[in-house]
C-alpha cells in the first residue's frame, strides 16, 4: 500500500522528522514556552507548545497541498505580515520586563476562574507568533520540494498523515523543551524569575525589533546582511 507514491510509514517519518527539526531553532515561540514553563507550570509551557505546532502544521498544509495563492499572498504582504509579527513582540517583550511576580506561579495563570481563558491565550499568542512568520512557510515549501513531497495534497489521505505529523514531530521539540524547562525551574525563586522575565521580554522585544528594521528601505546586500 502507498500514499501518493509513498509507503505510509516513511510519509509519517517525514513529517514527524520535518516537524521536529524545522520547531527546532530558538526563537520567539520558544522563549514563551520556556517562560512559561517555569514561571507557571508544564502545562502552561506544553499549551504553548501546541499553538506553536499547530501553526507549523498550517504551513505544512500550505505546502503539501501545493496552494500557492496563499504563499503568494504571504509574500505579497510579506512586510504587513513581518510589521505586525514585530510589533506585537515588542509589546508582549515590555509586559514580560515589567511583570514582578513574587514567586514562581504566575498569578493570571494560575487563577482559577479564567484556567480555560488563560490556556487559550497562551496557545493563541504562539500560534500567532508563528503564522506571523513568513520564513515558516518558506522553509516548509523549500523542504517538501526537496523530498518530493510538494504535490502531496493530490492524495487527502496521504496529505492528512503528512500534516497530522508534522504537528506530531513539532509537537514532540516543544514537550521536549517543557520537560527541560521544567526540570530547571527550581533554579528560579524571586528575584530569579523576575530577571527571568526581564531577559525573556528582551528576547523577544529583540526579534521584534529585528523584524521591524529590516522593512526599513536600506540596501542590506551593500551592509553584508543579506
Known sequence: MTLAGFPPWVLAMEGAIIGFLIALPVGPAA??????????????????GVGAAAG????????????????EFIARHEAWIRGLGGAAMCAMGWSYM???????????????AHPYLTQ???????????????????????VFA????????????????LITTVFAGALAWWALLCGISYWA?????????????????????????VAMVSLLPLDWKALGLS
Open 185 to 209: 525551574r527550581v533554579w528560579f525563586s524571586g528575584g530569579g524569575l523576575t530577571w527571568l522575565n526581564r531577559g525573556a521580554g528582551c528576547a523577544l522585544a529583540a526579534f521584534g525589533l
Open 98 to 112: 515589567r511583570h514582578k511576580p513574587p514567586s514562581i506561579g504566575d498569578p493570571v495563570a494560575a487563577d482559577r
Open 120 to 142: 487559550m491565550r497562551f496557545l493563541l499568542s504562539s500560534f500567532a507568533i508563528t503564522v506571523f512568520n513568513p520564513i515558516t512557510v518558506m522553509a516548509f515549501g523549500a
Open 56 to 71: 507549523d502544521a498550517v504551513f505544512g498544509g500550505v505546502a503539501a497541498f501545493g496552494l500557492s495563492f496563499v504563499a
Open 146 to 161: 526537496s523530498r518530493g513531497l510538494s504535490k502531496v495534497g493530490g492524495d487527502l489521505l496521504a496529505a492528512t498523515l
Open 31 to 48: 522563549i514563551l514556552c520556556i517562560r512559561r514553563t517555569i514561571s507557571s507550570g508544564f502545562a502552561a509551557g506544553f499549551v504553548t
